[in-house]
């Protein structure tokens, strides 16, 4: 229940990026919604996959490669969902970070903590 649960804030948070960010299009909320579920198995399956592999970079950038590797899980989700996309490296970079936050926020504020042990 609680993977779902993200998803969907997932799905949420990629709607309040499109919103923000100019070069995040999104054609409607069903693509959101989808792109947030696509978000969360990437960021189950592949993400960490890749910090696995660019662990030697992230340490020498003191962690801040992190951020490129979320800018890119990002873009493999437009890349994967149709009526979601995005530009390019810039507003994917500033997309993952607001889904990011965005996504934090809500499930800190609407999971409850008993679902979250």
């Keep these: ?41 990437v960021n189950a399956i592949i993400r960490p996959i890749l910090i696995l592999l660019t662990l030697p970079l992230t340490l020498l950038t003191l962690g801040l490669f992190i ?5 890119a899980c990002l873009g493999l989700v437009a890349y994967l969902v149709p009526g979601f996309s995005i530009e390019g490296f810039g507003p994917a970079f500033f997309g993952a970070l607001i889904v ?5 926020m809500l499930s800190t504020l609407l999971i409850s903590d008993s679902a979250r042990a």
Excluded: D, E
């Excluded at 804030?9 to 069903?30: C, D, E, K």
């Design 100 to 104: 990011t936050i965005v996504s934090w």
């Design 67 to 71: 951020f490129v590797v979320n800018s």
């Design 1 to 41: 229940m609680k993977f779902l649960a993200r998803l969907l804030l997932n799905g949420i948070a990629i709607l309040v990026a499109g919103w923000f960010v100019s070069g995040i299009h999104i054609t409607t909320p069903m693509a959101a919604l989808v792109a947030g579920v696509f978000l969360g198995f």
